[in-house]
């Protein structure tokens, strides 16, 4: 089997580029975005970076889930039941930082604390718990729910950097595919012709038409082509396997070519793409995330300056009551009381709110120099397009002086006015054009990818996604 699937191998490689491309299909950048997003391991990578984001969220929520607790405690010693003490009630905390509280109680002993002592029947009870000095307008609870979605921000902003760059690195290969398989073509038609030049030389030299050292001349260009063309074979080889490694699915990349015919890509003005950056970048937004974090901390830090005083109320009610005697003991039966405290010097809390400034005022500006980086970074590689533009435009003519260049040396060569070294020669600098050529094709299409990445337009493509 090994053997059969290497003989399969030399004939592939054996095969003319053009008896390949007929039984390939093509596979277009689009389609190959499309199937890094769905498939590679990475893309799922960056999904599952955003579900941590969703799990820490409802983990912050969590705070405010209403609880069930029941305690029991009970003491037997010498034959003598000293106390029961069952307390069963429902806690549920508020976004306003008020705690109700619901419950029954129910005790009895020969050694009950009198504090514990109730009605046979046991006692049910209602009440309240509200803060009027620290934790009124901001507590560890609401602050935790605010740096929960914090969180969740900077996991989806990591989440974008992490496919940013992973189209990045997709971008790239592919325009290397694209460049090595274009070259390989170039290689190939231009040892078709070569070739042909070859066996009509040496035609004549038989006939005696030609003298014999300009078919020795004909055959080196014919013999370093040849060797330019398996030199080209092997770079598209590497470049397949590089595209191999961002293919997921059953596509096979071996089976498949790159866009035959380059085509301008369609681009932004440079201000869109600066504008989309500095709202949409990722690592500005996980910065931006970080600093609603210091903020965060920031409040709660001056919040904790304030004193401690706790409110709490109980309504009383024995378990045989009526509505109505409830409702009419309701001033009399009750439990209540308050908690104050509060440091004399607060030397602690200042330091505390004082750090949490300087952390504030870092990281604003460590996120006013990214963003002057990011924006230089959209202009450079906008830049960059331009100039490519032009010398696209500017390489084309000369691919094209080239050419007629040579179709006049080999009418001249035709004519008995030229020799095979001059042919040669033209020839040679029209097909390294020609190979200059592709390699801007190729670097454009890799700028445009660039300027999508330093833009962190690459990275929306994955919230498009996940909206679909």
């Known amino acids: 089997m090994n053997k059969l699937l290497i003989l399969l ?38 999904k599952l970076i955003l579900e941590r984001g969703e799990v820490v969220v ?17 003491k037997q010693f010498q034959g003598k039941d000293y106390y029961d003490v069952w307390d069963s009630y429902v806690k549920v905390p508020t976004a306003l930082n008020v705690d109700l509280k619901a419950g029954y109680e129910r005790n009895s002993g020969q050694f009950l604390n009198p504090e514990h002592t109730v009605p046979s029947d046991g006692l049910y009870y209602a009440g309240v718990s509200v803060p009027l000095g620290q934790g009124l307008i901001h507590n ?7 740096k929960g979605m914090a ?49 009509g030389i040496r ?33 598209y080889q590497n470049a397949a396997l590089q595209m191999e490694n ?32 500095i709202s949409n970048h990722p690592d500005l937004n996980a910065m931006q995330a970080d600093l609603l974090t210091l903020e965060l901390d920031r409040k709660l830090a001056a919040e904790n300056i304030k004193p401690v005083l706790n409110l709490n109320y109980n309504f ?15 001033s009399n039966n009750y439990k209540g009381g308050f908690e104050f405290s509060f440091p004399l010097l ?60 040579l179709e006049g040396e080999r009418t001249k060569f035709q004519n008995g006015e030229s020799s095979v070294f001059l042919v040669n020669s033209r020839e040679n600098k029209k097909i390294a054009a020609e190979m200059k050529l592709v390699n801007l094709e190729a670097e454009y299409g890799r700028a445009i990818g660039m300027v999508n990445w330093s833009s962190g337009y690459f990275a929306s493509q994955l919230e498009n996604m996940q909206a679909q």
């Open 9 to 46: 191998a030399l004939f592939f490689w054996q095969m003319p580029v053009s008896a390949q491309h007929d039984t390939l299909r093509q596979l277009s950048l689009t389609e190959f975005y499309g199937m890094v997003r769905n498939h590679h391991p990475i893309a799922k990578q960056a």
């Open 58 to 74: 409802s983990q912050a929520r969590g705070a405010f889930d209403p609880k069930l607790v029941s305690e029991y405690q009970t």
């Open 140 to 146: 560890s609870r609401n602050i935790n729910l605010k």
């Open 151 to 199: 969180e969740q921000q900077n996991l989806t902003s990591q989440a974008n950097a992490v496919y940013n760059n992973l189209l990045l690195d997709a971008n790239y290969v592919y325009w290397n595919w694209f460049e090595a398989y274009q070259k390989m073509k170039v290689a190939e038609e231009s040892l078709d012709l070569i070739s042909e030049r070859y066996d």
């Open 203 to 235: 035609e004549s030299v038989i006939n005696g038409d030609k003298a014999a050292i300009d078919s020795v001349e004909s055959l080196i260009q014919v013999q370093t082509w040849r060797n330019e063309l398996n030199k080209s074979r092997l770079n």
């Open 246 to 277: 961002f293919v997921w699915d059953s596509t096979r990349i071996f089976a498949s070519h790159p866009d035959t015919v380059w085509q301008k890509q369609e681009v932004l003005v440079v201000d869109e793409y600066v504008n989309f950056a």
């Open 316 to 330: 009383l009610m024995a378990s045989g009551n009526s509505s109505d005697e409830s409702m009419a003991g309701l």
């Open 346 to 405: 607060i030397r602690k809390e200042r330091a505390k709110l004082k750090q949490a400034k300087i952390k504030l005022e870092e990281g604003g500006l460590k996120l006013t120099s990214k963003s002057r980086m990011v924006t230089n970074k959209v202009f450079q590689s906008y830049g960059k397009i331009i100039v490519l533009l032009e010398m696209l435009e500017e390489q084309r003519r000369i691919v094209e002086n080239y050419q007629k260049l």
